[in-house]
């Protein structure tokens, strides 16, 4: 059997390749740290207005909503290869909150809301988790009370990933507190600058700062912005559309990191003499960037004939983010002591620290690896629950 893309793939492929490399430093030139907001924010914008120009931002939606109606096969091309390049690509607005507006949204809500997404003048950050809420996510408190034509938010979220970038939030929200607590829940858009809204930075374990803490005192967000029905968020917020979700970033992100550090390797070979084990393992890692690249392209090829990929999907979110963490040790055991150090030492080889300390979370972020055994466990071998 040969395993191949078909040739308009692969030439979407070379477009993509000779478009990375006019619009993006080469990745070792890369300089990863920001002058401040604005800068990251016109870097990600900046990058994400160039795609939309050539319709790949939202080339997953359908046509009549600005998108491309592109197959699962170009998205999955699309989506290797521009995490291969560490591209800046993520985009709320483009995953889940045009496609909730699509399938639940007002006309009004459609014709304000989805043109702007689509071409990257907004960035949305998602507020779902709180202190007391992640796995279990309909145990969230942040209550939303009916006042006249609006709503008024009072509660706390956490780990909002970009809330002190955001233009816009999607967030749920307790409508009812008497009902079932997956019955009384609402989603909302609401401007992240609306008066009683507070973001404080959450520090990561890398020393950066990517999420943060958003505290809402008496904000008020119009009616008018509650997505769907009122009490159904929770039904809502499992957006069901049928794009690509293989996760075939993590593979082919792991496969350039696997890639450096061989190229490495061969440039110090002190530091391979220095650890005779260190060709197994990095072996170990190449083989396991084409194992999971295939698994990503299993869940791909099932949704390109129509098949709902379920458990498939978390066994590779569970491969890719525990792969993720195995390279990253992989590429600090090469470096031996000097993967300590980090930007602001001159005898830094390449920065391995911020790497190894930023893959903790793969295993927690988008859903805990207990959280996806579980699946793989109850709808995948049909295990009874626990
Ligand atoms: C990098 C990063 C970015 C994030 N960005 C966002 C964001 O933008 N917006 C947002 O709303 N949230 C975001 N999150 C939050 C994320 O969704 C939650 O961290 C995640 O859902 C886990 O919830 P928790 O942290 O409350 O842990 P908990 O759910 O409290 O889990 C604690 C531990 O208990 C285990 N556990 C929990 N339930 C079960 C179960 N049923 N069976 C077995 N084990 C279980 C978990 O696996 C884990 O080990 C982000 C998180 C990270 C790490």
Not at 7 to 20: G, N, P, V, Y
Not at 224 to 232: A, H, K, L, T
Request: glycine share 10%; with cysteine.
């Amino acid at each position: 059997m040969r395993f191949a893309f078909d040739q308009d793939a692969e030439s979407f492929r070379d477009e993509l390749r000779d478009f990375i490399s006019a619009e993006l430093p080469p990745i070792d030139e890369r300089d990863n740290e920001f002058e401040g907001l604005e800068d990251e924010y016109n870097y990600t914008m900046g990058f994400q207005k160039k795609l939309s120009e050539r319709n790949w931002l939202a080339m997953a939606w359908p046509k009549e909503y600005g998108g491309a109606g592109a197959s699962h096969m170009r998205q999955l091309v699309f989506n290797e290869e521009m995490a291969y390049a560490a591209a800046p690509v993520g985009n709320m607005g483009i995953a889940w909150v045009g496609p909730s507006l699509m399938l639940y949204g007002t006309e009004e809500q459609k014709t304000k809301f989805i043109p702007r997404i689509v071409q990257a003048d907004d960035w949305w950050c998602t507020l779902y988790s709180e202190p007391g809420a992640g796995s279990d996510l309909a145990a969230l408190q942040t209550r939303a009370v009916k006042d006249g034509d609006d709503y008024i938010i009072n509660g706390q979220k956490i780990w909002t990933s970009g809330g002190h970038l955001a233009d816009w939030g999607w967030l749920a929200a307790r409508t009812d507190p008497d009902a079932p607590k997956h019955k009384g829940i609402t989603m909302f858009m609401f401007d992240m600058k609306s008066p009683g809204v507070t973001i404080r930075p959450l520090i990561n374990i890398a020393d950066r700062h990517g999420f943060n803490e958003v505290f809402f005192e008496d904000v008020r967000v119009p009616a008018s912005q509650v997505v769907g029905e009122v009490n159904r968020g929770w039904y809502h917020m499992a957006v069901a559309l049928d794009f690509e979700r293989s996760g075939i970033q993590s593979f082919a992100g792991g496969r350039r990191t696997v890639e450096r550090l061989v190229q490495l390797a061969r440039k110090h070979p002190a530091l391979v003499g220095a650890r005779e084990t260190i060709r197994h393992e990095l072996a170990e890692r190449a083989l396991e960037v084409n194992v999971g690249t295939f698994l990503a392209y299993r869940v791909a090829t099932m949704q390109a004939k129509g098949l709902v990929p379920n458990h498939e999907a978390s066994a590779s979110k569970l491969f890719g983010s525990e792969m993720s963490q195995r390279i990253a040790l992989t590429g600090m055991h090469l470096l031996g002591m000097a993967g300590q150090l980090r930007d602001d030492s001159r005898h830094q080889v390449i920065d391995q620290a911020t790497g190894y300390l930023s893959a903790v979370s793969a295993t927690v972020a988008a859903g805990t690896s207990e959280i996806q055994r579980g699946i793989i466990a109850t709808r995948g071998l049909g295990l009874p629950r626990g």
